[in-house]
């Protein structure tokens, strides 16, 4: 179920990345901007479909966490200027390593989530710069680090927590674990009401 999930949620997060979210944080940017010009300058992105991938890779089985890898690139491949199909490769790596490691740690997946989305952040940063060189449009290092990789670094860092307990909560719902109603209420107990 958590395949055909993918093609619904990945999208409309591609959708909203395209379109809703840049121009709400260059409006929280522009209130802080008064605060500390320092940081009216940044162009920064919240990669919300990366972060839907590296928090369902988390705790899924290898091959949906493929899936998830591969429609949430073809979703942010269609709405961007790269070719079909460059981001997710990069989306498939970053579900495989999430997966493969997260399979070896019990206690500490949060903690290892904080610690990949600023290297997956860089990783796909840089990669999509090398992608875009090989079209033709180049740019400048120093600049695109300080204008567009560190601020993208903190927006996803802030995001990761409430993607993941999103996530989580429609992990548990798919497999039956999450109930709403209490207890005593279910079909056949002995309460009386």
Do not use: H, K
């Not at 899936?67 to 491949?77: E, F, H, K, N």
Request: net charge positive.
């Amino acid at each position: 179920m958590g395949r055909y999930l993918s093609i619904v949620i990945l999208g409309l997060s591609a959708a909203l990345s395209a379109s809703i979210i840049p121009q709400a944080i260059t409006f929280l940017v522009s209130l802080l901007a008064n605060l500390a010009p320092v940081i009216g300058q940044t162009r920064g992105q919240l990669s919300l479909v990366m972060l839907f991938v590296l928090c369902w890779s988390l705790r899924a089985d290898l091959t949906e966490s493929l899936i998830w890898g591969l429609i949430g690139g073809l979703a942010v491949d269609l709405l961007s200027i790269l070719p079909l199909g460059a981001t997710s490769a990069v989306f498939i790596v970053f579900a495989f390593l999430v997966n493969s490691v997260a399979r070896q740690l019990f206690r500490i997946r949060i903690l290892f989530l904080l610690a990949a989305t600023p290297v997956a952040t860089i990783v796909l940063m840089l990669y999509t710069t090398v992608a875009l060189a090989l079209t033709g449009l180049n740019y400048e290092f120093l600049t695109m680090l300080r204008l567009v990789l560190i601020p993208s670094m903190l927006f996803n860092l802030a995001a990761v927590i409430p993607v993941y307990a999103l996530v989580r909560l429609m992990q548990r719902r798919l497999e039956g674990g999450v109930q709403f109603a209490p207890q005593s209420l279910t079909p056949g107990s002995n309460v009386t009401v």
